[in-house]
C-alpha cells in the first residue's frame, strides 16, 4: 500500500529532455567540450531520428558543466570518464529522439514563432531585458555551434516539453484520499546501526595473493607513451598595452565571470595578455616545429607518460592517438606555453605483478572483506535484535524524517524509503557504508492534516507521471529501435 512513497523524492526526480536553456542561463562557461571529430556526421539513429555528433558535444558540456560545479571546478576528463558522462550525455540524446519519434507520429509540431518567442526570452541572450543578436552570436561562436544546430536542438525540445504536456492527466480524488491516508503511515522502530568499525578482518600476503589470482588481469599497467617535446615558452613575448587593448576589444565576449558577465579591461587584462601573447608566439611555435622535423632542433625534454596524463592538452593527446611511433605532432597550446610532441615509443598495457599491484588489491579486498563481515554480522544481530538493547525510535513517517542515531540526515531518508517499501516486518537494509538491522515493534495512522491538499496533489502527480514516463519509454524503447555507430555510448 505504501511503497509508492519511496519514489516521492526530489533528488531522483527523472528529466527526459537536454536542460539547454539552464544551461545558457548559468552564463555559457563551456565546461568539458568532447571532441568526437566532425560535426556533420551521424554518431546513431533512432526510429528515423538521426543523432549528431554537434548534438553530443553540446549535451555533454552542459552535464560537464553541472558536475563541475557540484565539485567546486575539480572535474577532469579522466574522472568524467569514470563518472560515464558520455554514456549519460548519449542516453539523454536517445531518449529525446524516441520522443521526438513519438511527437512526429502523432503530428504534434512547434512553430517558428514559438522558437523565435522562446530563443528571444532567454535571459543570457539579452541585454536590458531584449534580446540582443551579438550576445547569441558571440555565444554561438564560443560553443562552435552553428545557430541552425542550436535552434534545431531547442525546437526539439519545446516538442518534447508540449508532447508530454498533452499526456499529463491531473490527480483524481479516490488517489488525492488514498495517497493521504498512506503518508499518514507511521513505524516504531528497533533497531541497530553497524558499520565498518564494528567489525575486524585479518589480512594477510597469502589472502590478498588468492584475491589477486582470481582476478588480476582487472590490475593492469596503463598504456604509456615515450615522448620528446620541444617547448615554445611565450611568457617573454612582447606585447604592448595598446596592442592588448585591442586585442581584448576584438575578444570581449570570451572573458566573463562565474555568472556569465563580461569583465570589463582591467579584470581581464592579464588573461588577455596571455592569450595575446600565445597568439604572436605561433610563428616561432611553428618555426621550432619545422626545425625539430628535420632534426635541426634538439627536444627540450624527453618524457615518459600515461595516457592523456595531464602533462599535456587533450588535444594534443588527441593527435597521440591518431598517430604512429616516430610521428611529429604540429604545436599545440599547453598552458601558456606551445608544445610539439615526436612520439619515441608506445608501451602497451600489461597485467600488473601482484608487488606492483597490491596497494590496490589491498583496498579492494579491504572493502569486499568489511562488507562480507558486516552482513556476517548483520545477520546473526537480526536474530537476537527483539532480546537485545538496540535503539528503540518513536515513530516516524517518510515526511518527519528525523535522524535516526548514528545515521545523518540523508542517511536516514534513505533508511526509511526503503523500509517503507519494504513487506518485511524486520529485516537488513543497507545504507551508504552502513547497514541497519530494524524490526517495526509498532504501526499507527496519524491524523490526515486537511492544510496538505496541494501537497498530496503535488505528490500524486509527480508519482503519476514518473509512472507513466517510465512505462511511455520502455514502449518507446520497442518501437523505436536504436542503431549506434560508434563504441563508448552504451554500456
Not at 594534443?316 to 612520439?343: C, E, F, R, S
Amino acid at each position: 500500500m505504501i511503497s509508492w512513497m519511496q519514489k516521492h523524492n526530489k533528488y531522483l526526480v527523472w528529466t527526459i529532455w537536454v536542460a539547454t536553456i539552464a544551461f545558457i542561463g548559468a552564463g555559457f562557461v563551456g565546461w568539458g567540450s568532447y571532441n568526437f571529430g566532425s560535426k556533420a556526421s551521424s554518431i546513431a539513429k533512432v526510429g528515423d531520428i538521426e543523432i549528431k555528433q554537434s548534438q553530443l558535444n553540446m549535451v555533454y558540456s552542459s552535464i560537464y558543466e553541472r558536475y563541475n560545479q557540484m565539485m567546486q571546478g575539480k572535474l577532469d576528463e579522466k574522472k568524467a570518464k569514470e563518472l560515464g558522462l558520455v554514456k549519460q550525455a548519449f542516453a539523454q540524446l536517445a531518449v529525446q529522439a524516441k520522443l521526438l519519434n513519438f511527437a512526429q507520429e502523432m503530428g504534434i509540431i512547434v512553430s517558428d514563432k514559438e522558437l523565435a518567442d522562446t530563443l528571444e526570452n532567454i535571459e543570457g541572450f539579452q541585454k536590458d531585458g531584449v534580446f540582443n543578436k551579438k550576445i547569441y552570436e558571440a555565444y554561438l561562436g564560443r560553443q562552435r555551434l552553428k545557430a541552425k544546430t542550436f535552434e534545431s536542438t531547442l525546437k526539439n525540445e519545446l516538442t518534447i516539453q508540449k508532447t508530454l504536456a498533452l499526456l499529463h492527466t491531473d490527480a483524481l480524488p479516490l488517489e488525492m484520499k488514498t495517497f493521504s491516508a498512506a503518508m499518514n503511515v507511521a513505524d516504531k522502530l528497533k533497531y541497530k546501526v553497524l558499520s565498518s568499525n564494528d567489525v575486524n578482518i585479518s589480512i594477510d600476503e597469502h589472502k590478498l595473493k588468492a584475491f589477486w589470482e582470481k582476478q588480476k588481469n582487472h590490475f593492469m599497467t596503463p598504456r604509456m607513451y615515450k615522448l620528446s617535446v620541444v617547448w615554445t615558452p611565450t611568457k617573454n613575448t612582447d606585447v604592448t598595452e595598446d596592442e592588448i587593448r585591442k586585442f581584448y576589444d576584438a575578444h570581449a565576449f570570451d572573458y566573463t565571470d562565474a555568472a556569465g558577465k563580461q569583465l570589463p579591461f582591467d579584470a581581464a587584462k592579464a588573461e588577455a595578455t596571455k592569450d595575446l601573447k600565445i597568439k604572436k608566439s605561433k610563428k616561432s611555435a611553428q618555426k621550432r616545429y619545422i626545425a625539430f622535423k628535420k632534426g635541426k632542433l634538439q627536444p627540450s625534454e624527453d618524457i615518459t607518460l600515461p595516457v592523456k596524463d595531464h602533462t599535456l592538452s587533450k588535444e594534443i593527446w588527441k593527435d597521440i592517438l591518431q598517430k604512429n611511433t616516430g610521428d611529429i605532432t604540429k604545436p599545440k597550446v599547453v598552458g601558456d606555453q606551445y608544445a610539439t610532441v615526436k612520439i619515441e615509443a608506445v608501451v602497451e598495457p600489461r597485467p600488473m605483478r601482484f608487488e606492483e599491484a597490491k596497494n590496490d588489491v589491498s583496498k579492494l579486498y579491504t572493502q569486499q572483506a568489511k562488507k562480507d563481515a558486516m552482513m556476517k554480522l548483520a545477520k546473526h544481530t537480526l536474530k537476537t535484535l527483539a532480546e537485545s538493547n538496540a535503539t528503540v525510535s518513536g515513530f516516524v513517517t517518510l515526511e518527519k524524517n528525523d535522524n535516526l542515531k548514528m545515521l545523518n540526515s540523508t542517511e536516514s531518508l534513505q533508511f526509511l524509503q526503503k523500509l517503507f517499501t519494504s513487506l518485511k516486518e524486520k529485516g537488513i537494509i543497507s545504507v551508504s557504508d552502513k547497514v541497519v538491522v530494524y524490526k517495526i515493534m509498532a504501526q499507527k495512522f496519524l491524523p490526515v492534516d486537511q492544510n496538505k491538499t496541494n501537497f498530496v496533489k503535488q505528490t500524486v502527480n509527480q508519482m503519476k507521471s514518473r509512472t507513466f514516463d517510465t512505462n511511455l519509454i520502455k514502449m518507446l524503447d520497442a518501437k523505436y529501435p536504436t542503431e549506434v555507430y560508434m563504441g563508448g555510448l552504451t554500456n
